[in-house]
């Protein structure tokens, strides 16, 4: 019947209504800092108000507001407008020096509205969100991400739905009656009337809402898949409270320092406990907190603090608590005199913390892990690549607890290898200003090897091309990651 149709019309309307919902009707900052991250950052400056590889970005979405939807088409393909000689594209390439945007193709429109929400945010607010500033000033909240923090659904948008559900079962209801009443006068049998229940557990509406589960289930299911492993913003508990910030940050400790496996192996290597001790021999007396975190280092490496020696590796758990008792009382000499009671306190707080941790090594919880059929290797990218740690890691020397920065996607890492430019001469890197010791025209010595490279080295002397991507070099073929 007629009726039937328009509410199978109606109702496959207001499912296909729903599903963008079930992400965001409008632009959401958080999922757009992730895409703002992983796509953008390496040339745009994430405060959005000062240029760096790529111009600032603040007001961007005011600036293309007269050019309609063409920002879209920018993102996505920013050669196809010049080439068009757009009023707007073609002459922002010229001012930056006829440098070519990365395109992504894969972005939606609503993935390119999220990203434009959090670029504004960013530099309105200096957060993802006003909320997140507010909630933490002084740690910069916008490191929160979609992950940490997931949107909630208003809950106007809720109403709306019971208001359209309810909409649905009174129109059919009443065309049920209009049939009913058009049947009566054609002498035609009369089909028992629906209650709004019974229009509410059709057949047909049951059908639908399988459909939309099974549709949404789906979505889910894929999404989380995605998704799996992909730890942003992941920030555990360490054995030891170590903080970046004091060591990389205000001593201006050097990375590969600690971390010496990343210049010269695949894997950067968490630094033993006597590398720590190399500084911390002469350096035992912080904070309180500070001490406590100390005197950890000692208890796993076997340290002894006053005779800068190591204690034998037969002595007893007991003996060792003692020889760090003594310390304490003569590192605390002062503050023991002058309350005893309270550093008597701060001592057995300290040793209990160091209680079935001798001369053990110290259990620090991963933070960042590729998948197993993923090949990364730390020395190609640092002393080949010459990329900064920050690069990937973020700012670490800012970081009292270091937490998982980057995504560690396919995606990401793909972005990178099509935007970053690999250092075949000393110089041509304007992340790195450092050139190497046979001065700035010297070919990289990683990239003289192979016949292959020649093209490049002569067309670069020539003045042919500006630099040559990773992507060039093979960064993309599959065997280069998945081995």
């Not at 800092?33 to 000062?50: E, P, R, V």
């Not at 800012?398 to 000393?426: D, Y």
Request: glycine share 8%; charged share 20%.
């Amino acid at each position: 019947m007629i009726y039937q149709r328009f509410f199978s019309f109606l109702a496959i309307t207001l499912l296909i209504a729903m599903l963008p919902n079930l992400s965001m009707a409008e632009g959401d900052p958080l999922k757009g800092q992730t895409l703002f991250l992983a796509k953008c950052a390496s040339c745009h400056n994430n405060n959005m108000k000062t240029d760096m590889t790529g111009p600032q970005l603040h007001n961007v979405g005011e600036r293309w507001a007269k050019y309609g939807d063409d920002i879209y088409a920018w993102i996505r393909n920013s050669t196809a407008l010049i080439e068009e000689n757009h009023p707007y594209a073609a002459p922002l390439f010229a001012t930056w020096n006829n440098a070519q945007m990365t395109a992504f193709p894969e972005l939606s429109n609503e993935d390119i509205d999220n990203i434009l929400v959090y670029i504004q945010n960013k530099g309105d607010f200096g957060c993802a969100t006003k909320k997140l500033c507010e909630d933490k000033p002084a740690e910069g909240a916008d490191a929160k991400l979609a992950s940490d923090e997931p949107t909630e659904t208003p809950w106007s948008a809720y109403a709306l739905l019971l208001v359209l559900l309810i909409s649905v079962a009174l129109l059919g209801r009443y065309i049920n009656g209009l049939t009913r009443l058009a049947q009566q006068n054609a002498g035609e049998v009369v089909t028992e009337e629906k209650s709004i229940l019974g229009v509410l557990f059709s057949p047909l509406v049951i059908k639908l809402i399988i459909f939309g589960l099974v549709l949404f289930g789906g979505y889910t299911t894929v999404n989380n898949a995605i998704g799996l492993g992909r730890q942003t913003g992941y920030e555990p508990t360490q054995p030891i409270n170590f903080s970046h910030k004091i060591h990389a940050g205000d001593n201006g400790i050097d990375c590969q320092y600690c971390h010496d496996g990343a210049r010269r192996s695949k894997h950067s290597v968490i630094p033993a406990s006597n590398t720590c001790i190399n500084c911390h021999a002469n350096i035992q007396k912080g904070s309180l907190a500070g001490t406590k975190e100390i005197i950890k280092i000692y208890a796993a490496s076997g340290f002894n603090p006053m005779s800068n020696s190591y204690l034998p590796a037969a002595m007893s758990d007991s003996a060792r608590k003692e020889v760090y008792r003594t310390w304490l009382k003569k590192t605390w000499a002062d503050d023991y005199k002058s309350d005893e009671e309270a550093t008597e306190k701060m001592f057995e707080e300290q040793l209990a913390s160091i209680d079935g941790s001798y001369n053990a090594p110290i259990e620090w919880v991963r933070i960042h892990n590729l998948p197993d059929h993923v090949y990364f290797n730390h020395a190609q990218h640092v002393t080949v690549g010459k990329i900064k740690c920050q690069t990937c890691h973020g700012k670490v020397e800012e970081m009292e607890v270091v937490k998982q920065h980057s995504p560690l996607s396919m995606g990401w890492c793909i972005n990178c290898h099509r935007q970053t430019e690999v250092q075949f001469r000393a110089g041509l890197n304007e992340s790195d200003k450092t050139p190497y010791a046979g001065g700035e025209n010297t070919a990289n010595p990683y990239y003289t090897d192979y016949k292959y490279y020649e093209k490049y080295h002569n067309e670069l002397k020539a003045g042919d091309r500006k630099g040559v991507t990773v992507e060039e070099i093979g960064g993309l073929e599959c065997q280069k990651c998945h081995y």
